[in-house]
Nanobody, 122 residues
Framework: QVQLVESGGGLVQAGGSLRLSCAAS????????MVWFRQAPGKEREFVAG????????RYADSVKGRFTISRDNAKNTLYLQIDSLKPEDTAVYYC???????????????WGQGTQVTVSS
C-alpha cells in the first residue's frame, strides 16, 4: 500500500513554469509505475505523463510533449512533474497515481493522491 500527497500547484501566468511533487509513504514506492493525470472542470480525468519504476522509461500525452517532464527520486520516495510553457488549457487539478505499469486508463490505478490545483491565467 502507498499513500500519495501532491504539492506545488498554484496560480501562474501563461508561459510560466511550475514543478509539482508527489510524496509517497511506504517502502514500496520504487516498485510502482507512477503517473500524473489531470482533470479540468466538466471534463474527464486525462493521462498526462508516466514513468516506470526505475525512471528509465517515460510516456507523455501528445498535448504536453516537449513542455512537461516527469521524473522520480526513489531515494526520496518522490515523483515530480516539471511543467514549462504553461497554457490556460493546462488549468486543472493534477493527480498522481501509482500502479503496476504505465497506462492511460485512470481505472487501472488503485492509489491516488488528493490532487493539487494548477491555474494558468492568460
Amino acid at each position: 500500500q502507498v499513500q500519495l500527497v501532491e504539492s506545488g500547484g498554484g496560480l501562474v501566468q501563461a508561459g510560466g513554469s511550475l514543478r509539482l511533487s508527489c510524496a509517497a509513504s511506504g517502502r514500496t514506492f520504487s516498485s510502482y509505475a507512477m503517473v500524473w493525470f489531470r482533470q479540468a472542470p466538466g471534463k474527464e480525468r486525462e493521462f498526462v505523463a508516466g514513468v516506470n519504476w526505475s525512471g528509465g522509461s517515460t510516456r507523455y500525452a501528445d498535448s504536453v510533449k516537449g513542455r512537461f517532464t516527469i521524473s522520480r527520486d526513489n531515494a526520496k520516495n518522490t515523483l515530480y512533474l516539471q511543467i514549462d510553457s504553461l497554457k490556460p488549457e493546462d488549468t486543472a487539478v493534477y493527480y498522481c497515481a501509482a500502479g503496476g505499469s504505465i497506462t492511460s486508463r485512470f481505472y487501472d490505478y488503485r492509489y491516488w493522491g488528493q490532487g493539487t490545483q494548477v491555474t494558468v491565467s492568460s
